[in-house]
């Protein structure tokens, strides 16, 4: 009877692993290839790459460590980010041409093999809101400020004489460093610079709060709602009757999720996601149309701070893909519920469990009929007939 579940390990880690060796394996050989010789030693063009790629390395490398990041939590985008930076990882192994750099070139060729074979794992999109946008240009408008402002001033700066050089000053004063090395030697200068001390840290703070603010906003609720739960048993065990604070997510309605949702409304609070119009039901149960995949439908439904999610893949039309979305969202339990053949098919699914309704029915009723009364087969016959 228990044949009809399946435990299901979330695919696409070993990718983001693989990512994350590959970011540490890039700043270790950022730093070595620093403290140490090129085999080759070039001049001209090649041997301005091989000083570029000493230090740029490690920055690609730290890069890399926030695209595995995203790619834990399913984003596409951080997915092609990562396969972009491997292989202008796996080129600054190259180009710096040393021996403690051929690790970090065989392992980006296997991470790309990984990358490439797990890329339907990542499909969660990233569209940032307008308020983020702003950010960004914000941020690109303040370094294109400092570095044109200063190299027109050239003259009234000392240290000032490049392009280089007037990036350089932008860099250190809006983020108010100021090394000292590069300083205004006339009123006009003075000013710029004032000017770019003001917008710098100004934009940098609104730009960290747009990005990250979200973040912290989605995962609030969910420490609140884990207080209010502890302080709720405590309470149960005084002599309470609170709420359980239970909150369930059901992707996909149909006749056969139908039934599941009513006995759960009684015990937890219900959320059901479904491309149809349906009617509002009462009882704890809330009913959001929309896509199952969409960020916005699913944040509605409180996909994040939810502490089950139940996938009717019977009333969807691609329920790997849904499966897939909800995970990357989630650290919840996913069950996802099937029906017949499709069993096959959600064995590739990153649900922690997959349930076929007909194969427990079919089991417990045989067991019913053969009088194999274990303590199973009395449980799953009770809730086939509390089910019928």
Same mark, same amino acid.
């Given at each position: 009877m228990f044949e009809a579940f399946h435990s299901r390990r979330p695919g696409g880690r070993v990718a983001v692993w693989i990512v994350a060796a590959i970011a540490?394996?890039?700043?270790?050989?950022?730093?070595?290839?620093?403290?140490?010789?090129?085999?080759?030693?070039?001049?001209?063009?090649?041997?301005?790459l091989q000083a570029v790629a000493e230090f740029s390395g490690t920055i690609v490398g730290f890069a890399l460590l926030v695209t595995a990041w995203g790619m834990r939590r399913g984003y596409r985008l951080a997915y092609v980010t990562a396969v972009l930076l491997i292989v202008l990882s796996g080129a600054h192994g190259?180009?710096?041409?040393?021996?403690?750099?051929?690790?970090?070139?065989?392992?980006?060729?296997?991470?790309?093999?990984?990358l490439?074979?797990?890329?339907?794992?990542?499909?969660?999109?990233?569209?940032?809101?307008?308020?983020?946008?702003g950010a960004l240009l914000s941020i690109v408008g303040v370094l294109c400020y400092g570095t044109a402002g200063a190299y027109a001033l050239r003259t009234g700066f000392?240290?000032?004489?490049?392009?280089?050089? *007037? +990036?350089?000053?932008?860099?250190?004063? =809006?983020?108010?460093?100021?090394?000292? %090395? /590069?300083?205004?030697?006339?009123?006009? &200068?003075?000013?710029?610079?004032?000017?770019?001390?003001?917008?710098?840290?100004?934009?940098?703070?609104?730009?960290?709060g747009s990005l990250f603010g979200p973040a912290f906003e989605t995962h609030?609720?969910?420490?609140?709602?884990?207080?209010?739960?502890h302080l709720g048993s405590d309470a149960a065990v005084a002599g309470g009757n609170p709420e359980t604070g239970t909150e369930i997510v059901i992707l996909g309605d149909d006749e056969t999720t139908a039934p599941i949702?009513?006995?759960?409304?009684?015990?937890?609070?219900? *959320? +059901?996601?479904?491309?149809?119009?349906? =009617?509002?039901?009462?009882?704890?149960? %809330? /009913?959001?149309?929309?896509?199952?995949? &969409?960020d916005g439908t699913l944040e509605r439904a409180g996909l994040e701070t939810c502490d089950a999610v139940?996938?009717?893949?019977?009333?969807?039309?691609?329920?790997?893909?849904?499966?897939?979305?909800?995970?990357s969202r989630t650290n919840a339990r996913i069950v996802a519920?099937?029906?017949?053949?499709?069993?096959?098919?959600?064995?590739?699914?990153?649900?922690d469990v997959v349930v076929d309704p007909e194969t427990v029915l079919i089991e417990a009723t045989v067991d019913a009929l053969l009088g194999t009364d274990g303590v199973a087969g009395q449980s799953s016959a009770s809730a086939a007939s509390h089910s019928g």
């Open positions: 540490l394996t890039s700043i270790a050989t950022g730093v070595g290839a620093i403290l140490t010789r090129p085999a080759l030693e070039t001049g001209g063009t090649l041997g301005d190259i180009v710096q041409f040393r021996a403690v750099s051929v690790p970090l070139v065989v392992l980006s060729v296997g991470g790309l093999v990984v490439v074979a797990t890329s339907g794992r990542f499909t969660r999109s990233s569209t940032p809101d307008a308020t983020q946008i000392d240290g000032v004489t490049t392009v280089v050089d *007037a +990036v350089y000053f932008t860099a250190v004063t =809006a983020s108010t460093v100021g090394y000292g %090395d /590069v300083h205004a030697s006339t009123e006009a &200068a003075r000013l710029f610079a004032i000017s770019l001390v003001v917008l710098g840290p100004a934009t940098l703070a609104a730009t960290a609030l609720p969910r420490t609140d709602r884990e207080a209010t739960a949702v009513d006995a759960l409304a009684s015990r937890a609070s219900v *959320a +059901v996601v479904t491309s149809e119009e349906r =009617a509002r039901r009462s009882d704890g149960v %809330d /009913v959001i149309t929309g896509d199952p995949t &969409a139940l996938v009717g893949t019977g009333a969807l039309r691609d329920a790997d893909a849904v499966i897939a979305s909800a995970r519920l099937t029906g017949g053949g499709e069993n096959e098919s959600t064995e590739r699914t990153e649900a």
